[in-house]
């Protein structure tokens, strides 16, 4: 079975830009996690989205915001981006408690590395 | 609320030597607990989890840990470091009324092997 996987892999923006990442889940997921990397801040949860519904949010700005589509895969945007914003966006799919099967494990993809100049 | 502490950001060890990354953690309910690995410019791997089962909990690659509730911890530990466990190991949490969408994650700890 394929795993998560997350496009683009790298990606490079200017100061005030937008960017959309995106996110397959492992076939059969429908819960899809989000997180941030940095040197300074760590792994921090940004949102989680089942059923095209956003179920739990990090403390994040209103710039960051996220989608799911009704094939599970996922979206998230960044608005007016900031130096700050710059770090490993990571992925992470599981299937949903409920199901037969699932678990809580969350199964994490490649990331995408923004870099915001 | 909930939060993880790894003691120590960097651990180095000789090839052959045990490896034990240590893991505390914060939670008003019986938490689960998880270990990930990353290797470099890639994504997180699951190591192995605790999901209120068994106490000691066997993961890939020879790693396990074990959940001690009195003392809120969840260290992991290998017998015999191999050249190729070098990397960043994170551990995290989750709280089960929460159904698990949330990880917290610790500051992670880079464990490097000698020859």
């Known amino acids: 079975k394929a795993g998560v996987t997350q496009t683009p892999r790298y990606l490079i923006k200017t100061r005030g830009q937008q960017v959309t990442l995106s996110c397959s889940p492992i076939?059969?997921?429908?819960?899809v996690s989000w997180y941030q990397q940095t040197p300074g801040q760590g792994l921090q949860f940004l949102f989680e989205y089942f059923s095209e519904t956003q179920r739990n949010k990090g403390n994040f700005p209103g710039r960051f915001s996220g989608r799911q589509f009704s094939n599970s895969r996922s979206e998230m945007n960044v608005s007016t981006l900031e130096l700050g914003d710059s770090a490993l966006y990571l992925c992470?799919?599981?299937?949903?408690?409920?199901?037969?099967?699932?678990?809580?494990?969350?199964?994490f993809g490649p990331g995408t590395r923004l870099t915001v100049l | 609320a909930q939060s993880v502490t790894q003691l120590g950001s960097h651990v180095s060890v000789s090839e052959g030597a045990l490896v034990l990354l240590r893991c505390n953690y914060s939670s008003s309910v019986p938490p689960y607990l998880f270990w990930y690995v990353q290797y470099p410019n890639q994504g997180l791997q699951l190591l192995l989890k605790y999901t209120s089962a068994a106490t000691l909990v066997k993961g890939i690659n020879g790693f396990e840990a074990e959940f001690k509730k009195s003392e809120t911890s969840f260290h992991l530990t290998k017998p015999s470091a191999h050249m190729s466990d070098a990397a960043e190991y994170f551990c995290?949490?989750?709280?089960?009324?929460?159904?698990?969408?949330?990880?917290?994650f610790g500051q992670g700890t880079e464990l490097s092997v000698k020859p």
């Open positions: 076939s059969g997921h429908r819960s």
């Open positions: 992470a799919s599981r299937a949903f408690p409920g199901v037969a099967g699932s678990t809580d494990t969350q199964y």
């Open positions: 995290a949490v989750s709280d089960p009324g929460n159904q698990g969408g949330k990880l917290i």
